[in-house]
């Protein structure tokens, strides 16, 4: 958890705020040239128009690191919200500012998607993400204008995304031939029947990357070389001329992160194991991996136990638990979210070869599921002991919370994933911590809390302002049961302790991504 102050982009002139919403309005297909190179850097972000519609940002991980940014939720309207930039990642240099509103993520649209969705869709998506971002002053002031349901976030139409295509060389070869020219971008004529054509790259194909690495600006020299060095298989991310005008007009990059996999050698698989007499049978450890990165891998599959009968092999590299990915978790970590599921287990794994091909094309096995049920948010299934009911606050209390309605105790269980399924945030001016988010159908709501409430103790330590980041510290290292006092209040009073303007006091718990 990161408690940290927003900086915010003071408002623009009115003036200038309306001609932004409408030139955002009427003309959402504005485009470059090149849809390739239509990334956030290609804006002018000191240029008030360029703000005025959605940006591109395809961000790269850093090695052993995060994308460079902070995500955090607003609370006095829906949207999730970009409240930190780290200088010198790939989230600066492509050009995400704080305050920039998510509209997207790779092919998902998630304006209205709960926060934990927002955030789980992009630790989901592994070494690179597109975000469609759009300022947050021209958000607010298109919201206002056209209300909280409009959706601005530009979208491809049905079936309209780049491919990934993998061909397996056969007596006629790779089956295309690439369009004259010295240097890319280039262009595919594929072999009718041909290996090209049966692995689903469509006529007239754009050639994005081959083996993961981006071959636009490449000669023609350089191409030929690195497809001779595939041998007999290359994978191909490609756009068809659809896709191409689609993302043309809407200056959408022709990025990786938005591609479907078409005859790919190899999928990640998900696992539902339901814990026996002797429990899952198999073991998990800690290891190095491809390129020397520590992961977690399944080992002692014992045969005829739950883990065997779920299709698991010994080496399998688990890739997420729950739906939720545990890419650079440790192993204690991982362990605990693999308990916190109780007698039933999903698991999400890939065998050497998923791994060793999903690692070449640079993007997340998840990605590629055959059923995106595995990435549905997961709902808890412990059982919570019933609410106690305490005393009135004191005077004490009152004076410090004029709109408390009352206190209570809660006992909290941590669901599938090690979730206790709720959010906090803090207002330095006024009482310092308090729910802003509560996931539907999680413990925390299960066991009564609701938007607002305000923590009095944790595991019967007073918040006191000054010792509150020990406190919320407690909240992560605390045995469950996690045992809350909260005091209720009403709406007025929830409304009265979220300012209506952005200030330096405000300061809400944001995720690093």
């Known amino acids: 958890m990161c408690l940290s102050s927003p900086h915010h982009i003071s408002p623009p002139d009115p003036q200038d705020t309306a001609s932004l919403i409408l030139k955002f309005e009427f003309n959402p297909k504005l485009g470059i040239d090149n849809p390739v190179l239509s990334l956030a850097e290609d804006h002018d972000l000191s240029d008030p128009w360029s703000l005025g519609r959605p940006r591109f940002c395809l961000l790269s991980k850093e090695e052993g690191g995060s994308f460079g940014f902070h995500l955090q939720q607003d609370l006095r309207r829906a949207g999730h919200v970009v409240c930190r930039v780290e200088p010198g990642t790939s989230a600066q240099r492509q050009g995400l500012q704080e305050g920039d509103r998510i509209l997207g993520v790779n092919s998902h649209v998630v304006e209205h998607e709960d926060y934990a969705a927002v955030v789980r869709h992009i630790r989901a998506s592994g070494p690179r993400v597109l975000l469609t971002v759009l300022a947050r002053q021209v958000h607010d002031a298109a919201r206002a204008q056209q209300g909280n349901d409009a959706q601005f976030c530009p979208i491809l139409g049905p079936g309209v995304r780049p491919r990934l295509c993998h061909i397996v060389k056969d007596e006629g070869g790779f089956g295309f031939s690439v369009t004259h020219g010295r240097q890319g971008p280039f262009w595919l004529v594929l072999s009718t029947g041909g290996a090209a054509e049966r692995a689903g790259v469509p006529p007239g194909a754009r050639l994005l990357e081959v083996n993961g690495v981006n071959v636009e600006k490449f000669t023609r020299n350089q191409l030929s070389k690195k497809l001779w060095q595939s041998g007999k298989q290359v994978t191909l991310l490609v756009a068809g001329p659809e896709v191409e005008e689609q993302c043309r007009q809407l200056g959408m990059p022709l990025a990786a992160p938005l591609a479907e996999g078409w005859a790919l050698p190899t999928r990640p698989r998900c696992l539902h ?155 330095a001016s006024g009482p310092s911590v308090f729910i802003s988010q509560v996931t539907p159908g999680g413990s925390a709501a299960r066991a009564g809390l609701r938007m607002g409430d305000m923590i009095l103790e944790v595991n019967g330590c007073p918040m006191g302002r000054q010792n509150d980041p020990e406190r919320l510290q407690q909240l992560f290292e605390a045995e469950p049961p996690l045992c809350l006092k909260l005091a209720a209040r009403s709406q007025q009073g929830l409304e009265a302790w979220i300012p209506s303007k952005s200030g330096e006091d405000w300061a809400q718990a944001s995720d690093v991504l």
Not at 318 to 344: F, K, M, N, P, Y
Not at 365 to 370: R, S, V
């Open 273 to 427: 194991l339901e814990k026996g007499p002797q429990g899952f049978g198999f073991l998990l450890r800690e290891e190095k991996g491809l390129g020397g990165r520590l992961g977690q891998f399944l080992w002692e599959v014992d045969p005829g136990l739950p883990a065997e009968k779920a299709g698991m092999q010994a080496g399998d590299r688990l890739v997420a638990v729950a739906g939720e990915s545990v890419e650079g978790l440790g192993h204690e970590e991982t362990v605990s979210r693999i308990r916190a599921q109780g007698s039933c287990v999903s698991l999400i794994v890939v065998d050497p070869e998923a791994d060793r091909f999903f690692s070449m094309v640079c993007l997340s096995p998840l990605l590629f599921l055959e059923s995106t049920e595995a990435l549905a948010s997961p709902q808890d299934t412990l059982s919570v002991p019933p609410l106690v009911e305490a005393r009135d606050p004191s005077a004490e209390d009152t004076a410090v919370l004029p709109t408390v309605l009352g206190s209570r105790q809660c006992f909290l269980y941590p669901g599938p994933g090690g979730s206790y399924g709720f959010r906090l945030s803090c207002v």
